[in-house]
């Protein structure tokens, strides 16, 4: 994996703002960019990645089916969900060839810590955390010039907001 250049913490006091956080990376995101997201269940990573849709303007409800491995919703950019979750072996993932078939959309996979290996080393990482019964801690790292600078319009956007 590359060196972690950079990252961000940001609090969420409920779903929406999972959501809110979700759509405003969603706005951002340009094809062939990946998203590894990793956290125990019931952390958000759903949450987060309806809201990723919404910041891609997909009309489908993205919803999660933990026994498909990928599911594919039209926008401004095809959003790829993948989920691991039932993953047995990471060379499921590769014989699927995530990366390849993804590189016109976005792709976003839940329990990527199943198969960290089959992903390239370039990528945002999002890692949830449980705080209480309504928080959430996201910490998102860029591994890669790419994510550095999508990390950087995120903390952008958040001071013009603040
Ligand atoms: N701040 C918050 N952000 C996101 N979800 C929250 C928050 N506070 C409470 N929740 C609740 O936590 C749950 C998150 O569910 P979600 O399906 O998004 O988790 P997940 O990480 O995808 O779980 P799984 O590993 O089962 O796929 C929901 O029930 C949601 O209502
Ligand atoms: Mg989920």
């Known amino acids: 994996m590359a060196t972690v250049a950079a990252s961000l913490t940001l609090r969420s ?8 956080i979700g759509a405003r990376l969603g706005r ?7 998203l590894l997201l990793s956290g125990e269940l019931g952390s958000g990573k759903t949450c987060l990645v309806q809201g990723i849709g919404r ?14 491995l990928l ?8 959003l790829y969900h993948g989920d ?9 993932v590769e014989e699927l060839a995530l990366t390849e078939c ?21 990528h ?13 801690d996201l910490t998102l790292a860029a591994h890669g010039e790419r994510y550095e600078r999508l990390l950087a319009a995120i903390a ?6 603040s």
């Open 13 to 20: 006091k409920s779903p929406a703002q999972t959501r809110r």
């Open 28 to 34: 951002l995101l340009q094809a062939g960019d990946i």
């Open 55 to 68: 910041g891609l303007a997909v009309s489908d409800p993205v919803t999660s089916k933990s026994f498909v």
């Open 71 to 78: 599911g594919e919703y039209r926008g401004r950019l095809t």
């Open 84 to 92: 691991l979750y039932r993953l047995e072996d990471p060379l499921e």
């Open 102 to 122: 993804c590189a016109d959309g976005a792709l976003v996979v839940e329990w990527a810590d199943r198969a960290w290996e089959v992903f390239p080393p370039e």
């Open 124 to 136: 945002l990482l999002v890692r949830l955390e449980i705080g209480g019964a309504s928080e959430r």
């Open 156 to 161: 952008g956007g958040r001071r013009r907001r």
